[in-house]
């Protein structure tokens, strides 16, 4: 199964990790730990992302289309990555999260991620939005 590890990150941890007297820091502690995820067959995919400064939100709201800068939620953690975990099931993922060495400063979400979309009765949508593109 797969799952998403949803990585909040408090500013003063953004700040760090792109500061660049203090980046060598952030990443010794998290390198070794995707290492690990990567050498036991479980890290499907990972991306971080840029600052929340550089995020925008798009609504619509009584039909007027409304874009705003920054993120969409105002707290101290913001969402700072995406770990793409390919695990047996929640009881391991559930694992790979308690090591996660941001913890102590920031927040991990975990979330069973959708199946994939496939062109099959199960997922007719595929097929639509290939059609469409």
């Known amino acids: 199964m797969q799952v998403s590890l949803l990585i909040y990150q408090s ?14 820091a952030f990443w010794a502690e998290r390198i070794p730990y995707y290492h690990a995820m990567r050498a036991a067959g479980v890290l499907a995919d990972a991306v971080g992302l840029q600052l929340p400064a550089t995020a925008v939100t ?26 793409i975990l ?9 694992d790979w999260m308690w090591r996660f060495p941001g913890l102590q400063t920031g927040v991990v979400e975990l979330r ?14 595929k097929a639509d939005l290939e059609k469409a593109g």
């Open 58 to 83: 798009l609504r619509v709201r009584n039909g007027q289309r409304i874009v705003e800068d920054g993120p969409y939620a105002d707290t101290k953690e913001q969402l700072g990555g995406v770990l």
């Open 11 to 24: 500013q003063g941890a953004f700040a760090e990790r792109d500061d660049p007297d203090r980046r060598a």
């Open 112 to 125: 069973p991620n959708l199946p994939a979309l496939a062109a099959s009765a199960t997922h007719p949508e």
């Open 86 to 94: 390919d695990v047996p099931d929640l009881t391991a993922a559930v």
